[in-house]
């Protein structure tokens, strides 16, 4: 299949690329990495008029340190985040749940930031945000603003970004010292997850000092599991802290029925998963 | 839109359609027929080439993504008629039945082994997990990319660092 005729316009800054897209109105299409998007303009499922590449803007690319936290620039790919020293060291979730991904084609192309934008339910990198409680920077024709992940996600592929912003970069408060694991339930012929859950704990002299759990796919947006989470700290880091914990998973998700699952069986995964990923997490 | 591209290190500058994807690109107006596609929806990896040295699925770049940058087909590979170790390897293991994903597979197991020049079977099978055989024929290609990868390491072993 071939796309739609577009226009293509590849600013080399993020001030072009603000005003490329005022300029192009309420039918422009922004590409990052471009994995979800070429799909989809290939199976004409959106037709913009206009498609505005980041693939030119240097400053959006790469991870730095900033003190109490990561900043990761909306274009770094998944290949570099699993490159990056700094992320494995302070943001492990992320690291784990980036291995997920697709396969390494498209983990050479998608970007972090793309992925959050896209915000695909299904979507890997949304609950270890969510989790991690990163922030957006966020630029449009009045400056830049911060949102928070719990904000961002509004709904199923809906986020706080308006059409005339642009993801910048997401602040990623530091972990370090947490260790973490990412369990997804997928086809193996599509990395899709199904259901998947995002789990870092911090452990402290055999207790579970901090825990930070997230679902996907357990509702049109991640989310915590709070009761989960709730359960977990201040109990010793074992298999009865964790099974007990991890029944609580499902609580106030309310999952999708689709082809891949239904309802129930989603929740069922989601106490199963949780169950895995805590215990990975946290070495028991 | 105009765009310079080298592909297999000849430099090409075309006039294309925006929304002319890289493979459609390569395959109907360079005749580099060479990289087919699959299954249209980035999934099957039959047109992995490679961007600037890391592997992409082409049915999922834009041709104009691709101006100013550097992309190697699988008709690439050879130097002056000597096949790639990988290419070589895939004739020796016989690593295909009908051959429809081995341009994929051997431009992905390329990538796969600049990474990491000695796989294990497993590590192998996930490098690849974005190449799909239909034909089910997986055990040869991990065969053939292990021997490629030993035929790669003794090449590069007497250089220092085995840079290739």
Same mark, same amino acid.
């Given at each position: 299949?071939?796309?739609?005729?577009?226009?293509?316009?590849?600013?080399?800054?993020?001030?072009?690329?603000?005003?490329?897209?005022?300029?192009?109105?309420?039918?422009?299409?922004?590409?990052?990495?471009?994995?979800?998007?070429?799909?989809?303009?290939?199976?004409?499922?959106?037709?913009?008029?206009?498609?505005?590449?980041?693939?030119?803007?240097?400053?959006?690319?790469?991870?730095?340190?900033?003190?109490?936290?990561?900043?990761?620039?909306?274009?770094?790919?998944?290949?570099?985040?699993?490159?990056?020293?700094?992320?494995?060291?302070?943001?492990?979730?992320?690291?784990?749940?980036?291995?997920?991904?697709?396969?390494?084609?498209?983990?050479? *192309?998608?970007?972090? $930031?793309? %992925?959050? +934008?896209?915000?695909?339910? /299904?979507?890997?990198?949304?609950? =270890?945000? !969510? #989790?991690?409680?990163?922030?957006?920077?966020?630029?449009?024709?009045?400056?830049?603003?911060?949102?928070?992940?719990?904000?961002?996600?509004?709904?199923?592929?809906?986020?706080?970004?308006?059409?005339?912003?642009?993801?910048?970069?997401?602040?990623?408060?530091?972990?370090?010292?947490?260790?973490?694991?990412?369990?997804?339930?997928?086809?193996?012929?599509?990395?899709?997850?199904?259901?998947?859950?995002?789990?870092?704990?911090?452990?402290?002299?055999?207790?579970?000092?901090?825990?930070?759990?997230?679902?996907?796919?357990?509702?049109?947006?991640?989310?915590?599991?709070?009761?989960?989470?709730?359960?977990?700290?201040?109990?010793?880091?074992?298999?009865?802290?964790?099974?007990?914990?991890?029944? *609580?998973?499902?609580? $106030?998700? %309310?999952? +999708?029925?689709?082809?891949? /699952?239904?309802?129930?069986?989603? =929740?069922? !995964? #989601?106490?199963?998963?949780?169950?895995?990923?805590?215990?990975?997490?946290?070495?028991? | 839109m105009r765009i310079t591209v080298?592909?297999?290190?000849?430099?090409?500058s075309d006039e294309v359609?925006?929304?002319?994807?890289?493979?459609?690109y390569?395959?109907?107006?360079?005749?580099?027929?060479?990289?087919?596609?699959?299954?249209?929806?980035?999934?099957?990896?039959?047109?992995?080439?490679?961007?600037?040295?890391?592997?992409?699925?082409?049915?999922?770049?834009?041709a104009v993504?691709a101006d100013g940058?550097?992309?190697?087909?699988?008709?690439?590979?050879?130097?002056?008629?000597?096949?790639?170790?990988?290419?070589?390897?895939?004739?020796?293991?016989?690593?295909?039945?009908?051959?429809?994903?081995?341009?994929?597979?051997?431009?992905?197991?390329?990538?796969?082994?600049?990474?990491?020049?000695?796989?294990?079977?497993?590590?192998?099978?996930?490098?690849?997990?974005?190449?799909?055989?239909?034909?089910?024929?997986?055990?040869?290609?991990?065969?053939?990319?292990?021997?490629?990868?030993?035929?790669?390491?003794?090449?590069?072993?007497?250089?220092?660092?085995?840079?290739?």
């Amino acid at each position: 299949m071939i796309p739609s005729a577009f226009d293509y316009v590849a600013p080399e800054t993020l001030d072009d690329a603000v005003r490329a897209l005022a300029d192009a109105g309420d039918d422009a299409k922004i590409i990052a990495g471009g994995q979800s998007l070429t799909p989809v303009l290939r199976l004409r499922m959106n037709d913009p008029s206009v498609v505005i590449d980041l693939g030119r803007i240097p400053a959006l690319r790469g991870v730095r340190d900033d003190g109490d936290a990561l900043v990761i620039g909306a274009m770094t790919t998944h290949h570099d985040i699993l490159h990056e020293p700094l992320v494995r060291e302070h943001a492990l979730l992320i690291a784990e749940a980036t291995a997920t991904i697709a396969d390494p084609q498209i983990r050479h *192309r998608g970007t972090f $930031g793309g %992925s959050l +934008a896209h915000a695909d339910p /299904a979507g890997d990198l949304l609950a =270890s945000a !969510l #989790a991690l409680g990163a922030e957006m920077t966020i630029a449009g024709p009045n400056g830049r603003r911060q949102v928070a992940a719990a904000e961002f996600f509004e709904d199923l592929f809906t986020t706080s970004l308006q059409p005339d912003e642009i993801l910048v970069d997401i602040r990623v408060p530091k972990h370090s010292g947490w260790t973490a694991h990412y369990e997804k339930f997928n086809r193996t012929a599509q990395a899709w997850s199904i259901v998947a859950v995002a789990a870092a704990v911090r452990v402290d002299g055999g207790a579970i000092a901090e825990a930070r759990v997230a679902l996907t796919n357990m509702a049109s947006v991640p989310v915590r599991a709070r009761g989960v989470e709730e359960a977990l700290v201040g109990r010793a880091a074992d298999a009865a802290t964790i099974r007990d914990a991890a029944e *609580r998973a499902a609580e $106030g998700t %309310s999952p +999708a029925v689709d082809g891949n /699952a239904d309802a129930d069986f989603r =929740s069922h !995964l #989601a106490r199963v998963l949780t169950s895995r990923a805590v215990t990975a997490a946290a070495g028991v | 839109m105009r765009i310079t591209v080298d592909v297999d290190g000849t430099r090409y500058s075309d006039e294309v359609e925006p929304r002319m994807l890289l493979v459609h690109y390569l395959r109907d107006q360079l005749g580099k027929v060479g990289t087919v596609s699959g299954c249209d929806t980035s999934n099957c990896g039959a047109c992995t080439v490679h961007l600037d040295g890391r592997s992409v699925k082409s049915c999922s770049v834009l041709a104009v993504q691709a101006d100013g940058h550097e992309v190697t087909t699988v008709e690439g590979l050879a130097q002056d008629g000597t096949l790639h170790p990988v290419q070589e390897a895939f004739h020796e293991c016989h690593a295909l039945q009908c051959g429809y994903c081995t341009p994929g597979m051997i431009m992905q197991s390329i990538d796969l082994l600049e990474e990491n020049p000695d796989p294990d079977e497993q590590q192998v099978r996930e490098g690849l997990e974005g190449n799909l055989c239909r034909c089910t024929g997986y055990q040869n290609i991990v065969k053939a990319v292990q021997s490629a990868a030993g035929t790669m390491r003794e090449g590069s072993a007497p250089q220092a660092g085995g840079a290739r």
